[in-house]
């Protein structure tokens, strides 16, 4: 399992856009991906989680992954929330 504390670049989630990215992004690992803000954790695989955490610009959050590809899981995941969410 690896945990990591980051800071969101990615636009404000006013529309759904970033929020579905960011699932398909997660969702191409086999590995749990889960994001936890200070009340919250939720299944970064779910659009449902995902709409309902608000990710903001500047709000800093905590990335889970555990499984057999959490490494890489954990590398894209943080790419496109750092990377002004741009999927590669």
Do not use: H, W
């Amino acid at each position: 399992m690896i945990s990591k504390n980051i800071t969101i670049n990615i636009p404000s989630q006013r529309d759904a856009r970033p929020a579905a990215l960011l699932v398909q992004v997660a969702c191409q690992f086999d590995s749990t991906v889960y994001l936890e803000t200070e009340d919250k954790r939720i299944n970064a695989k779910s659009i449902m989680g995902m709409m309902s955490l608000c990710i903001l610009p500047g709000k800093e959050l905590t990335v889970i992954t555990n499984g057999s590809d959490e490494e890489e899981a954990m590398n894209r995941v943080e790419e496109y929330l750092t990377s002004s969410g741009k999927q590669n």
